[in-house]
Each structure stands twice: as C-alpha cells, then as structure tokens.
C-alpha cells in the first residue's frame, strides 16, 4: 500500500459496518481489514482467548504497516482493548465508549437497553460505562448470541430471524427503554429486522458513526490519491465475499485469505 492504512479488525464480517462508515468519511485513506472468520464467533470464548486472538488481529495488521487500529468488535474491545492499549505503540479505539457516549445523548428517559454476545454482556462493560456517565440511568443488558450466526449464515432477511429477533427483545420493550445500544457489529446489518421489533420510538445506537468521529480526532485528514482498500480473512473467502457485497453495495476486489500464526504473506 501507498501510504500507512487504517488497520480494523472483526471476529467476521460485523466490523464492515464499520469499515464502510469510515471509508465514507475518509475517501483519501487506505485501510486494511481483517475479519477473523475461522474463529468467529468470539462471544462465547473465555476472556483470555479473546485477548489472544484480539492481539493477534492486532500484529497482523500491524505487519500491514497500519498507523491506527479500530477494533471493530464488541466482544474484544469489552476484553481486550486495554491491554491492546498496553502493548501497541500506535493508537487503538473501541467501539464501546463512542456507543455509549451517543446512547446517552439520545436517550430521554435514562432507560438503555444493551444487547450483545454472551461475552460483551458478560463483561459489563457498557453497563459500567453508562453509569460512569450517568448514575442515575437504568441499564438493561440482554445477550443474543443467535444474531452473529445469523449474519454470517447470510439469514438476515429470514423469517426465523424475526422470530429470534422477537424472543430476544421482548423483555428489553417491558423495562420501557428507550433507546437500545447495538452491542455488536454484526447487528447493525440485523437494524431493520431489531427496529420493526421494538417500534421507531426506541432509537438504535450504532457504533460506527461515533467511531467514525473519534477517528477524526486523532487522524490528519489523507488529500492525496482515493484510498485503496484490502481486505484479509483467515477461513471462508467465499462467504466473506458475498456477505461484504451486501454490507457494501460493492464487490470487494482485494481479498487473501491468512492464517495466523503461520509465516504471513502480504501481496
């Protein structure tokens, strides 16, 4: 690459939610992405595990020459972001604190909802971080481990999806939020099938767009030549493929599958 990328890293294909917002709001910058398809999904995993594999996402992307690092995965940056911080020498960000730094501007009533893997709501991070904000808000958390699977399975418009969807969420709509924080990368691709579900009066929170304005902070803004893109996955190219053509609108033309831990070839 040309210059030094923007590296994002996912248990799967959730953090293109992600990508794509900042690709919007950067058109100059090169970015690499790593969706870590062999191993998805991270929820379930022990917390030790996640910080493995989340370091290992990270050098990856550093041995792609990239000058800062989003962890565009809930589960990970609800585990690992800290000592990600510790042992990098280039900035990283979450997504967790830019979400709820937005789910409490917009919610009227104090009353949040959270949903997330079993990890992300396991580790009480938003939770915490609402509070921190706020004391005096209502916090509900609901773990829906269903969603990811889905939306690697590519099921996002299937009718047992409305049906999850439902099950999942119905005891959110008794606390009377009023907002819901999309815990998961993977679920901003599920939006249309969560917002039928809980009514256009609760506002859904999606990261991205906070990232995308945390990154501008800390980024000088690229005016050169249009960013080029790579994308890397470590199983599943073909799935990866086609899911992303949906997230994006647009095929993806770079794509080279990695497995980590072995000697990594970069083209």
């Not at 967790?96 to 789910?103: C, K, L």
Request: net charge neutral; proline share 4%; glycine share 6%.
């Amino acid at each position: 690459m040309r210059k030094q990328p923007i590296g994002i890293f996912d248990s799967g294909v959730g953090g293109l939610t992600v990508f794509k917002e900042i690709r919007k709001k950067f058109p100059f910058e090169d970015i690499v992405y790593f969706g870590d398809t062999a191993r998805v999904p991270y929820g379930p995993k022990s917390r030790n595990t996640v910080i493995e594999y989340s370091i290992q996402n990270a050098r990856f992307l550093l041995q792609c020459g990239a000058k800062i690092i989003v962890v565009a995965c809930n589960t990970s940056s609800s585990v690992a972001l800290e000592t990600l911080k510790k042992v990098l020498s280039i900035p990283v960000i979450g997504v967790i604190e830019p979400g709820v730094i937005s789910a409490v501007n917009n919610s009227k009533n104090g009353k949040i909802g959270i949903i997330g893997t079993e990890g992300t709501i396991r580790s009480k991070a938003y939770s915490q971080a609402i509070l921190k904000l706020n004391n005096n808000y209502e916090v509900f958390a609901k773990a829906c481990p269903l969603f990811v699977s889905l939306v690697e399975e590519g099921m996002e418009n299937h009718e047992i999806t409305k049906i999850i969807s439902n099950e999942y969420l119905t005891p959110l709509l008794k606390k009377k939020i009023d907002a819901i924080i999309l815990g998961c990368t993977h679920y901003p691709i599920l939006k249309h099938i969560i917002q039928q579900t809980v009514g256009n009066e609760v506002t859904l929170v999606d990261s991205a767009q906070a990232v995308t304005n945390e990154l501008e902070k800390i980024l000088s803004p690229e005016t050169s030549e249009t960013g080029c893109d790579k994308f890397y996955v470590s199983d599943n190219e073909d799935k990866f493929r086609k899911i992303a053509s949906r997230i994006l609108e647009r095929e993806i033309e770079s794509l080279i599958n990695v497995k980590l831990g072995e000697s990594w070839y970069l083209a």
